[in-house]
Structure formats: structure tokens, C-alpha cells
């Protein structure tokens, strides 16, 4: 097993506006910050991957050949500031479907798992809805709920590990926990 240690980041609301099953990757809006955060991710050594539920394909929103396409342009939104991705893991399935990879079920971390060869228990799941936080803890990861997205309708009763405003101050809390582990 690897030591590095890894940052799975939900997609939409987190990385990216939500934009309600976005289906258009010129739609597609990084949040101000966020490839910054990834970029500060990426300095520190640490492996960021995509975890994302996509039920708008179950639905018949848009297919796979679609997703990728709207997967390349997130890459390249955060290429132009110098931000990558080791990964991006999709749960195509419906919330009705019985799959092992809707979060918060830990299917796709156990893909990025297999693929990677990192420890869970030490990486760190950062997203806008409980389901996140659920799979973080489900992996025994550390939680991180942020406030945009649908962040804001979870914050009263989250099980979060830390709350936080966005991906950009969860890249600094990260940094600081990472430092503190060390200090």
C-alpha cells in the first residue's frame, strides 16, 4: 500500500456550480478557487481524485459519451491553472438502483483504491452533501463537509469532521492537519 495520501472531492457543488444534472460541459463553472485548491492539493503530494454520483445518466439527462466530454473540460479548466486529477470515479446508477457505488456506499473509493493503492483511513473526502461525509466515514476517512453547493442545507446536524466555506479552505484545513500530524 502506497503512503501517499489521497483527497477524494465530490463534483458538483464542490468542485464545480451546481447546475442542477449539468449536462453541457460549456456549463460547466469552476467555483472560484477551486483549481487553486486542487493546485495546492497537487504541491503538497497528495493524490486528488473526483468521487461523483451521476443519476442524471440512469435518468436519461445525457450518456457517457456526454459525461466524458464534460469530464475533459473539467480537466482542462483545471490544467489552465496548473491543477490535475488523478482520477475521476462516477456512480452512473439511480438512487432506486441497488449498486455498491452510490455514495455513500464505497464502491468508487474502492475503485480509486485498486487503481492507486492508497490507505482510505488516511485520505480525506470533501464534499457539499451528507452522502460525502457518510462515505468519508464509511472508509474511515476524515469528513469535510463545505458550504456550497447543497453544503448549506447540511450543515445543522452534519456528522462532518469540519465544516468549512469551500474547497479552497478545505485545502488549507488539510494542509494544517497534515502539518500538525507531523509537528
Not at 39 to 44: K, S, T, Y
Not at 45 to 62: D, E, H, K, M, P
Not at 72 to 93: K, N, S, T, V
Request: net charge negative.
Amino acid at each position: 500500500m502506497s503512503e501517499r495520501r489521497f483527497v477524494l472531492i465530490d463534483r458538483d457543488g464542490t468542485l464545480n456550480v451546481e447546475k442542477h444534472y449539468l449536462s453541457d460541459p460549456d456549463q460547466l463553472e469552476l467555483y472560484p478557487g477551486a483549481a487553486a485548491a486542487v493546485r495546492r492539493l497537487n504541491r503538497l503530494g497528495l493524490g486528488v481524485v473526483v468521487v461523483t454520483n451521476q443519476s442524471g445518466i440512469a435518468r436519461g439527462y445525457f450518456d457517457l459519451a456526454r459525461l466524458d466530454q464534460i469530464h475533459r473540460r473539467l480537466i482542462e479548466l483545471l490544467a489552465a491553472e496548473d491543477a490535475r486529477l488523478d482520477g475521476i470515479y462516477l456512480c452512473p446508477h439511480g438512487p432506486d438502483e441497488d449498486c455498491a457505488c452510490r455514495k455513500p456506499r464505497p464502491g468508487m473509493v474502492e475503485q480509486a483504491v485498486a487503481e492507486h493503492g492508497f490507505d482510505p483511513a488516511r485520505a480525506f473526502v470533501v464534499g457539499d452533501k451528507e452522502v460525502d461525509v457518510e462515505l468519508g466515514h464509511g472508509v474511515g476517512a476524515v469528513g469535510i463537509l463545505v458550504r456550497t453547493g447543497h453544503g448549506p442545507d447540511w450543515v445543522a446536524g452534519s456528522r462532518a469532521d469540519f465544516i468549512v466555506d469551500d474547497l479552497a479552505a478545505a485545502a488549507e484545513l488539510i494542509e494544517r492537519l497534515i502539518a500538525s500530524e507531523t509537528a
